[in-house]
């Protein structure tokens, strides 16, 4: 009996009969503390699947299901160092699954957890992901003799493999990938004669035909992206027949051959020998069973294959393959979806037959040397998802025909020679992520885009052509985060509507690419230099590159809305007017470019506000002022950022300030300084005479009314001669400090 219950909406739980219920999922539930206790009271449940929720505390009442044989408690949050030694005692269980929480602790440390009855029932336990540390040396593991499916996947165990853990003798699957495990496999692993998937990966082993003598059920081997070598005579016969081989980023020794031993694989559906070393042609006895083939990032020479009938995928990329894309592949590979043959040596033209491969979804001629012109025959019909031509000779107009492509996702036709205009039509090509048309001789207007049209577009460069007029408005394209139209002889006023791109206002959080299978990439002029960027960088970018045009006008206030930006470049433009003071407001900014202009003004002081901003060029302007200090603005301090500016001043600029200079000469010991202090101390000495002179009289005073009247006469006269006794010092005094400062 199998239920899946919506627990979060339904009130008629607690009056249901469950008494006879063995199987209850509530993955996916969305329980945040606890799940209903009377669920826990089912004696009866054999299976109960509480993966990919949110609970935070285990609940040690399921440690009374003493029915249970399996317990998927995988994906949810418990708190940090969660042990589960509550479930001891399940003598029944079969199956534990605790991938992806938090037990954080060293592997060794939870023999407690698994002892008991655990050590007799358990023949799967999935520990991947679970942050696990310490030595791989658990002499435990090798004591739960039943153990059939055992994952330790995405944690951080180290050290050498134990030999008690090929004790395991009914072991069917064991996942050690992605450790930081060394050093060389025990030859004890050839004992595990029922062993079918070994998984191996993102460590640092070696291994040797040795260890693999005696596994007659193997038929899935990962041993990629490691240090670990495959030795292997030249008259090895394995004893198993693989459908799964992962050799990728490892060492094929000793020979840079493809191994003389797959010929004995007749069943092989997947094949990865990406970046081995191999310097070789590709033999003709690899077997018509493969579905995919990974041999990219080697030195494999000779013509493209097309004798595979069943193959899927071919990724052949970065190698030193010749001669003219085969024309008959429709015929010889009719199921090919993805064919990848970027960074090679090819020649020719494209020939048409390539519109008729009737599932291909990714074509990727990258960075190779064909020439010609692209072929006018894409239908509506086509799955295409990925188009890369850039990097090559190409000439002749974009052909219409590529409007047809509804399913289009990611456009490349950069780096060639493609001339005429960019089709209108491209419009209804409304799945485009991406449309890189940069670096050919592309001549009109931009066209605008309708409103209804590439709301999915995230990348549009068309960077050096040879376009006329001004610059569309762009503004309408929901998801646009790069846009480069440098180096394209625009002209005009930079559109204030720039400043609605929303996702450069707003921060949204998703993947930059929804192709699968394809890494997309990216040229981007970023700091004076051209860096190529792939899909998992892309998706932090954001830039609009508007440089090495004709345009003119004032930079808009509203740029300041683009809250997300990290790259703009407005350089080598006839910009004039002030830099807008609410740029502080662009907090994301890293890159800053607006050299080679005609801005005037003060720069603003909320240029110090931006703490990301690690990149700025103001140089080949007319600012005047000031160069404004604090936080980031004091790592800047490279004094080119501003040069061409004659009229600004203050560090990192050897030009001080005017106000500087006279705060720094009062400050400054000199020969009138003496004097000056003469003269106080003169007049305070008068001042505090006059006060006891003033107080001995006063009171003498008080007492004599006649005395009274003849002092206050005469000091009345007494008083306007001291007055301009001191008024007349005073001002000598000033006139001589003043020259002295001019002089100086």
């Known amino acids: 009996m199998f239920e899946k219950l919506n627990c979060l909406a339904a009130p008629w739980e607690p009056y249901v009969n469950f008494t006879s219920l063995t199987r209850l999922d509530l993955g996916y539930n969305g329980f945040s503390s606890s799940i209903p206790v009377w669920l826990l009271n089912i004696t009866s449940l054999q299976y109960l699947y509480l993966g990919n929720n949110y609970l935070s505390v285990f609940l040690p009442a399921i440690a009374k299901l003493t029915s249970l044989r399996a317990l998927d408690l995988s994906g949810n949050l418990f708190h940090r160092g969660f042990m589960p030694t509550a479930l001891s005692n399940l003598c029944k269980l079969q199956s534990l699954l605790l991938s992806g929480t938090s037990i954080n602790h060293s592997l060794v440390n939870l023999e407690v957890a698994f002892s008991g009855c655990l050590e007799f029932s358990l023949e799967e336990l999935d520990l991947g992901s679970t942050q696990l540390g310490g030595s791989m040396r658990a002499d435990w593991l090798g004591n739960m003799k039943n153990l059939k499916y055992l994952y330790l996947s995405e944690n951080s165990l180290h050290g050498s493999v134990p030999d008690s853990l090929f004790n395991l003798s009914l072991l069917q699957v064991l996942d050690l990938s992605d450790n930081n495990l060394n050093g060389s496999i025990p030859e004890g692993l050839r004992q595990l004669k029922s062993l079918a998937y070994l998984h191996l990966s993102g460590n640092s082993l070696s291994l040797s035909e040795v260890h693999l003598a005696n596994l007659s059920s193997l038929k899935y081997l990962y041993i990629s992206y490691n240090t670990l070598i495959l030795m292997e005579s030249h008259d090895w016969t394995p004893p198993f027949q693989l459908i799964t081989l992962g050799m990728g980023f490892c060492q094929v020794a000793p020979r840079p051959h493809f191994p003389v031993w797959l ?43 097309q004798y595979l009938p069943n193959l899927i995928a071919m990724e052949l990329s970065n190698n030193s393959f010749s001669g003219r894309l085969p024309p008959g592949i429709p015929n010889t590979m009719p199921n090919l979806r993805l064919l990848e043959l970027s960074r090679n040596n090819l020649s020719g033209t494209v020939p048409l037959s390539i519109c008729q491969i009737k599932y291909l979804e990714i074509l990727g001629l990258f960075q190779n040397n064909l020439a010609g012109e692209l072929p006018s025959c894409w239908k509506s019909s086509s799955l295409l998802r990925v188009l890369d031509v850039s990097n090559n000779k190409l000439q002749g107009g974009i ?39 940069e670096h050919n001789k592309l001549i009109g207007n931009i066209p605008d ?223 009138d300084a003496e004097s000056r202090i003469e003269t106080i101390w003169l007049y305070a000495g008068i001042t505090l005479g006059f006060i006891t002179g003033f107080w001995t009289v006063f009171g003498t005073l008080l007492l004599h009314r006649r ?38």
């Not at 289009?408 to 090509?429: E, T």
């Not at 930006?565 to 740029?583: Q, V």
């Not at 009345?716 to 001002?731: E, G, K, P, Q």
């Open 263 to 305: 010929q004995t694989q007749k069943d092989l559906y997947y094949l990865d020998l990406t970046n081995t070393g191999i310097k070789d042609t590709i033999p003709n006895w690899l077997p018509s069973s493969l579905r995919l083939l990974l041999l990219s990032n080697n030195e494999i020479t000779g013509e493209v294959p």
């Open 707 to 744: 005395w009274r009247i003849a002092y206050f006469r005469a000091a009345d006269s007494m008083y306007d001669s001291l007055c301009t006794v001191i008024v007349v010092n005073t001002a000598r005094l000033k006139t001589k400090v003043f020259r002295r400062s001019r002089d100086n």
């Open 449 to 671: 885009r309708s409103k209804e049209s590439l709301l999915h577009l995230k990348t549009l460069s068309l960077s050096s052509n040879a376009f006329n007029g001004s610059i569309p408005q762009f503004s309408h394209l929901p998801s646009l985060r790069i846009l480069d139209l440098s180096n394209s002889n625009l002209s005009g006023t930079i559109p204030r509507s720039f400043g609605n791109f929303r996702a450069m206002k707003l921060f949204i959080q998703s993947n930059y690419y929804g192709t699968d299978n394809w890494d997309d990439h990216m040229m981007l002029f970023i700091k004076g230099r051209e860096f190529e960027y792939h899909s998992s960088l892309l998706t932090f970018v954001t830039t609009i590159d508007l440089s090495n045009n004709g345009l003119s006008g004032y930079i808009p206030e509203e740029l300041a809305n683009l809250h997300e930006l990290r790259n703009l470049n407005l350089s080598w433009n006839h910009l004039i007017g002030e830099i807008p003071n609410n740029i502080s407001s662009m907090q994301q900014l890293e890159i800053l470019d607006l050299s080679r202009n005609n801005l005037s003004g003060a720069i603003p002081s909320g240029l110090a506000d931006l703490n990301f901003l690690d990149h700025l060029n103001l140089s080949y302007n007319n600012l005047s002022g000031r160069i404004p200090t604090g936080n980031q603005l004091q790592t800047l301090n490279d004094p080119s950022i501003y040069a061409g500016n004659p009229n600004l001043c203050g560090p990192p600029l050897s030009k001080i300030c005017t106000d500087d200079v006279s705060e720094g000469n009062e400050g400054e010991p000199n020969e």
């Open 399 to 437: 052909p219409d025909s590529l409007c047809n492509l509804q399913r289009l996702q990611s456009l490349h036709l950069s780096h060639n020679s493609f001339s005429g205009q960019v089709p209108f039509c491209l419009r209804r090509c409304t799945s485009l992520i991406t449309l890189d048309l």
